[in-house]
């Protein structure tokens, strides 16, 4: 009987098996008949092959901006603008203005727009375009109008002997600049189909102000090839110039496209001009910094007569082996012709004198230049592979699509021992693998053309190629390639972002006769030992920390004795405020600054404090810092200074809760960040899910993301703004003891472990990556993956943002958004807030100038100056994350971002550092990963570990002789505590 039973049972078993297998079969292969059910946006590429047999009509329509149709903003008409003759029309930075335009005859036009940049923020304007109530194609989205920079002035020379640049300053002028892919995918100007009759044209306001003198339809005239122009030139009767040898250094370009293309200093070469192998000269322009396209520098050329000349270009492309980078060669503001519209700089560790010519002949190609002062423009272009870099982002996005679709099955631990059948799951899916591989090899080929050789550049896309065959042609073989796929999507993402760029630096440019020599370009074995040697005694005596004065003309009292001010950041940020030192705190206060730059900043200053050597002011400490050094009686209560109050409104109160402790507060933070919810628009979409607001959107969207084997980025660190949600802190007033063994924290607790014991979310995890494949479609982490997102994922662009942090609702059904924050990184502390700090030594000599230096250095232009210089010099990808909220306004961020991040600000609640709190994020590690690691119970975990908590908390108080229980604080001591904060608020009855 029970073996009859037994085979009964194994029947009815492998018939539920079978059913199951075959729902799911059917589920999935329903799902395989579709990669993704998203759409994008359709790409330019596949706009102008749906207008690829229209007409292009001869046409040149003047638009004045003036003759609008409509508008949402509070434009004004301006009469003789900025040196325009005529009215023009100012524009905000949002908003749109619309135009009517009567168009005699269909077809494809090219767009201009001639504007002024009005004074904002420093960045690119930025217009969206939209043709008769809708967007033609993606790149419309970001359609870019370039500033205007150059030098504030003259190099200046610091007391060691070194250069020191000047400041990058806008220098606004009238540009007409069609519209064109910024990212340098199409080298000619976007062409837009216009309907015969009224056309309704906008430009709606995405980034920054400007003035608008004219929109102009048009059609784009290609440079014509050289041999045409040279029979241009002897019909003209333009003649070569004799006897004639003019030389531009490079560091004295007049204007450029971006404040980050300063000159820079190489020490390296003994063949720049001007050379020194032992101070700074700054001697080229250009470099890593130049090196995405759009960019440009711009030069003046004087010759004595008009005429033909050649032109010869010293230059070295020294960062991508095997690589060339691409340049185009304006005259005037004009291609001369087709040749020089892209200008190869093959790859050399060396500099080399490269004289324009035909490749082939080897003869140097003549220019028409007219007498006195000619512009010479070169502009970052990608040449023959923009086409190719342009697929190869299309298809990255399309191969995380399929990534995602895999692993919507496999997970992303696939067992090795399971057959998943593939081929019958998503059938769609497996035929795309292959026509990706075919993709790739063709990318390969076009690639080698293009460049002419085999190399590091094609080396990746043919990896590509192979795992895709390999995982087409054994689809078995997937799951257990899974790894190595979504690792080479990285890669592909970091080659596609390094290929883009297109690095070369310049130490001069000559203009020649035709029958003058070029100089020569590389160094002479005796010019290179000579180098080396003077290298190598210039190493034994020159300081590479020290940070030079500058020789001002302001007079300083013999008594003043200098602030000693430590910094403990990078160089680059050392130098910047030095800079900034010597310009403005300088010539206000007349109260002169040694500034050091200090690495490791906390362990050196405890040293010097006890040795009393220690600096004035400290710029850089870490947020555990103030309060572990003001105990110790290291540093000077700030809240001493009557003006305090008054310089504490430039920032959020949350901003010095972690460097404050009764009525003392030890520090200012220069820099406060804060977390924001990351999303992906596309992967949302695709799988019918809505922007979470609260938490419980998050928990009822898990399931869904599970299904799909995608998960949310949130880390143990989110225990604080959930306990600050549901209105409690960590600690007890003053911080005698925690609220950990309160009721509200032990349910937050079990909330948040829930989350990785039933939902399986990672403890750790790399954000960026995750987000960019999809995986992990929402992540809540610091405001700083804006910036690497923005820089380093171009296939995402339009496709991701961000927004509030997720809620919990009241009991009156408000949403309180709250969240914790300090930038310790423990898994108590919020990541990225609060620091660092600037705090004033109790050995200053002089407190009433150290705080003076303190004011000026927190202060709205001080911060919006450095933010700027560090941008310009670091990139979008540094963005300062200033502390001063009016400064922060006037960061690079749009309307729309900046909306978003000041709302989220006004949330933010400051994280308490008090005595032996350390401990308590220690501890806290280690209940938290006792119950999720080790599946111990919740509630007696966190109060075993409470306990350990307040214990050492008792000690550390007992140490520095403060009250060890409720009972023995102060009336005065609760209040100051609560104080502290703006959403959350004492109870009723405050129990002592």
């Keep these: 009987m029970n073996g009859k039973m037994a085979k009964l049972y194994c029947v009815i078993l492998i018939g539920i098996l079978l059913i199951s297998s075959g729902v799911v079969l059917a589920q999935a292969n329903d799902e395989g008949l579709e990669i993704t059910a998203y759409v994008r946006e359709i790409s330019y590429g596949d706009y102008l092959a749906n207008y690829q047999d229209k007409a292009r009509p001869?046409?040149?329509?003047?638009?004045?901006?003036?003759?609008?149709?409509?508008?949402?903003?509070?434009?004004?008409?301006?009469?003789?603008?900025?040196?325009?003759?005529?009215?023009?029309?100012?524009?905000?930075?949002?908003?749109?203005?619309?135009?009517?335009?009567?168009?005699?005859?269909?077809?494809?036009?090219?767009?201009?727009?001639?504007?002024?940049?009005?004074?904002?923020?420093?960045?690119?304007?930025?217009r969206e375009l939209s043709i008769n109530g809708a967007r033609p194609f993606a790149g419309t989205t970001y359609l870019r109008f370039p500033r205007i920079w150059g030098d504030e002035g003259p190099f200046r020379v610091d007391s060691l002997g070194n250069e020191v640049r000047?400041?990058?300053?806008?220098?606004?002028?009238?540009?007409?600049?069609?519209?064109?892919?910024?990212?340098?995918?199409?080298?000619?100007?976007?062409?837009?189909?216009?309907?015969?009759?009224?056309?309704?044209?906008?430009?709606?306001?995405?980034?920054?102000?400007?003035?608008?003198?004219?929109?102009?339809?048009?059609?784009?005239?290609?440079?014509?090839?050289?041999?045409?122009?040279?029979a241009e030139y002897d019909k003209l009767g333009y003649k070569e110039t004799k006897g004639v040898f003019v030389k531009v250094q490079g560091e004295e370009a007049v204007?450029?496209?971006?404040?980050?293309?300063?000159?820079?200093?190489?020490?390296?070469?003994?063949?720049?001009?001007?050379?020194?192998?032992?101070?700074?000269?700054?001697?080229?322009?250009?470099?890593?910094?130049?090196?995405?396209?759009?960019?440009?520098i711009t030069w003046h050329i004087d010759v004595p007569e008009e005429g033909l000349y050649k032109i010869g270009i010293k230059a070295k492309q020294d960062q991508k082996i095997g690589a060339q980078s691409m340049r185009r060669l304006y005259i005037n503001n004009q291609v001369p012709f087709a040749e020089v519209d892209a200008i190869p700089f093959q790859y050399s560790s060396y500099y080399n004198v490269n004289v324009l010519g035909d490749p082939t002949t080897e003869e140097p190609y003549l220019f028409y230049l007219q007498k006195g002062t000619n512009e010479l423009k070169l502009?970052?272009?990608?040449?023959?592979?923009?086409?190719?870099?342009?697929?190869?982002?299309?298809?990255?996005?399309?191969?995380n699509t399929i990534y995602r679709r895999i692993l919507m099955i496999t997970s992303n631990t696939p067992d090795p021992m399971r057959s998943y059948e593939l081929d019958k799951r998503i059938p769609a899916v497996i035929e795309y693998i292959g026509e990706q591989a075919k993709g790739f090899e063709d990318l390969v080929d076009q690639m080698v053309a293009a460049t002419g050789s085999i190399g590091e550049h094609t080396e990746l896309l043919s990896r590509q190629a192979r795992l895709l065959n390999r995982m087409y042609s054994d689809?078995?073989?997937?799951?257990?390639?899974?790894?190595?796929f979504g690792d080479s999507l990285g890669a592909l993402g970091t080659w596609l972002i390094n290929t883009r760029e297109q690095p070369l630096q310049i130490d001069y440019i000559v203009v020649a006769s035709p029958e003058q020599s070029m100089p020569r370009g590389t160094p002479t074995f005796w010019q290179s030992l000579k180098h080396?040697?003077?290298?190598?005694?210039?190493?034994?005596?020159?300081?590479?920390?020290?940070?030079?004065?500058?020789?001002?003309?302001?007079?300083?009292?013999?008594?003043?004795?200098?602030?000693?001010?430590?910094?403990?950041?990078?160089?680059d940020q050392a130098q910047i405020l030095k800079q900034m030192i010597d310009d403005t705190f300088l010539p206000e206060h007349g109260i002169p600054v040694k500034l050091q730059l200090v690495p490791d900043l906390s362990q050196l200053l405890i040293r010097a404090l006890i040795a009393g050597t220690g600096p004035d002011v400290a710029i850089g400490l870490q947020v555990g810092d103030p309060v572990n050094f003001g105990l110790r009686g290291a540093l000077y209560n700030l809240a001493e200074f009557d003006d305090f109050d008054e310089v504490m409104q430039r920032f959020m109160p949350s901003s010095i809760v972690p460097f404050s402790y009764r009525e003392n507060v030890w520090a200012i933070a220069a820099q406060q960040s804060f977390?924001?919810?990351?999303?992906?628009?596309?992967?949302?979409?695709?799988?019918?899910?809505?922007?979470?607001?609260?938490?419980?959107?998050?928990?009822?969207?898990?399931?869904?993301?599970?299904?799909?084997?995608?998960?949310?980025?949130?880390?143990?660190?989110?225990?604080?703004?959930?306990?600050?949600?549901?209105?409690?802190?960590?600690?007890?007033?003053?911080?005698?003891?925690?609220?950990?063994?309160?009721?509200?924290?032990?349910?937050?607790?079990?909330?948040?472990?829930?989350?990785?014991?039933?939902?399986?979310?990672?403890?750790?995890?790399?954000?960026?990556n995750r987000f960019k494949v999809g995986e992990m479609p929402i992540v809540i982490t610091d405001i700083g993956l804006y910036n690497r997102l923005s820089v380093f994922a171009p296939e995402l662009r339009g496709e991701w943002g961000f927004d509030l942090v997720p809620g919990t609702v009241q009991p009156d059904g408000t949403i309180s958004h709250v969240v914790a924050s300090s930038p310790s990184g423990t898994a108590v502390n919020q990541v990225g807030v609060g620091g660092p700090a600037t705090a004033i030594m109790s050995t200053a000599k002089n407190k009433e100038h150290a705080w003076e230096f303190i004011k000026w250095w927190t202060s709205t232009e001080t911060q919006v100056r450095f933010g700027r210089e560090l941008e310009s010099l670091m990139g979008a990808a540094a963005r300062y994350p200033t502390s001063n909220v009016e400064a922060f306004k006037q960061l690079p961020w749009s309307l729309e971002e900046r909306t978003?991040?000041?709302?989220?600000?006004?949330?933010?609640?400051?994280?308490?550092?008090?005595?032996?709190?350390?401990?308590?994020?220690?501890?806290?590690?280690?209940?938290?990963?006792?119950?999720?690691?080790?599946?111990?119970?919740?509630?007696?975990?966190?109060?075993?570990?409470?306990?350990?908590?307040?214990?050492?908390?008792?000690?550390?108080?007992?140490?520095?002789?403060?009250?060890?229980?409720?009972?023995?604080?102060?009336?005065?001591?609760?209040?100051?505590?609560?104080?502290?904060?703006?959403?959350?608020?004492?109870?009723?009855?405050?129990?002592?």
Excluded: C
Excluded at 379 to 399: K, P
Excluded at 475 to 484: A, D, R, S, V, Y
Excluded at 686 to 710: A, C, F, N, S, V
């Design 532 to 571: 080396e040697i003077s290298s190598l005694f210039a190493s034994f005596t020159r300081d590479y920390d020290s940070i030079g004065d500058m020789e001002t003309n302001i007079e300083i009292a013999g008594d003043v004795e200098p602030l000693t001010v430590w910094i403990g950041s990078g160089r």
């Design 255 to 296: 204007v450029r496209s971006d404040s980050t293309l300063f000159a820079i200093a190489d020490h390296g070469d003994p063949t720049v001009e001007p050379y020194s192998a032992t101070v700074t000269r700054l001697n080229t322009i250009g470099g890593y910094r130049w090196a995405q396209a759009g960019q440009t």
């Design 675 to 768: 977390p924001v919810m990351f999303y992906r628009i596309d992967v949302l979409t695709e799988l019918g899910l809505d922007i979470p607001k609260t938490w419980d959107d998050i928990y009822r969207m898990l399931p869904t993301l599970q299904k799909h084997e995608m998960t949310v980025g949130i880390g143990p660190d989110m225990f604080q703004t959930m306990l600050y949600q549901r209105g409690q802190l960590m600690y007890k007033p003053d911080g005698v003891e925690t609220n950990l063994d309160s009721e509200v924290a032990i349910q937050t607790f079990k909330e948040l472990t829930d989350l990785f014991t039933l939902y399986d979310l990672l403890i750790t995890f790399n954000a960026e």
């Design 379 to 399: 502009e970052v272009v990608l040449g023959e592979t923009a086409q190719i870099l342009n697929e190869v982002e299309e298809r990255l996005y399309e191969l």
């Design 166 to 230: 000047p400041r990058q300053v806008e220098k606004p002028d009238w540009q007409e600049v069609p519209f064109t892919d910024y990212l340098g995918y199409y080298s000619e100007p976007y062409l837009f189909y216009l309907e015969e009759g009224v056309n309704k044209i906008r430009l709606t306001s995405r980034m920054e102000p400007m003035a608008i003198a004219y929109l102009r339809i048009y059609q784009h005239q290609s440079p014509v090839s050289y041999d045409e122009l040279a």
């Design 58 to 126: 001869e046409l040149n329509l003047i638009v004045p901006a003036i003759n609008y149709s409509s508008t949402d903003m509070n434009v004004e008409i301006v009469s003789n603008f900025e040196g325009y003759v005529g009215d023009v029309l100012l524009t905000e930075e949002s908003g749109y203005v619309e135009w009517e335009i009567e168009i005699e005859e269909a077809g494809l036009y090219n767009f201009a727009l001639k504007y002024f940049p009005i004074e904002g923020r420093g960045v690119a304007i930025e």
């Design 900 to 992: 978003k991040l000041l709302k989220q600000w006004e949330w933010i609640e400051g994280t308490l550092e008090v005595p032996g709190g350390y401990y308590t994020s220690r501890m806290f590690d280690w209940a938290f990963r006792s119950v999720v690691v080790e599946l111990k119970p919740v509630r007696e975990t966190l109060m075993k570990y409470n306990t350990d908590i307040n214990y050492e908390l008792m000690l550390k108080r007992r140490e520095f002789g403060l009250e060890t229980s409720m009972d023995e604080i102060s009336e005065e001591h609760i209040e100051q505590f609560w104080s502290r904060f703006t959403h959350i608020k004492p109870p009723q009855a405050d129990n002592k």
């Design 475 to 484: 689809h078995e073989e997937i799951p257990g390639l899974l790894k190595e």
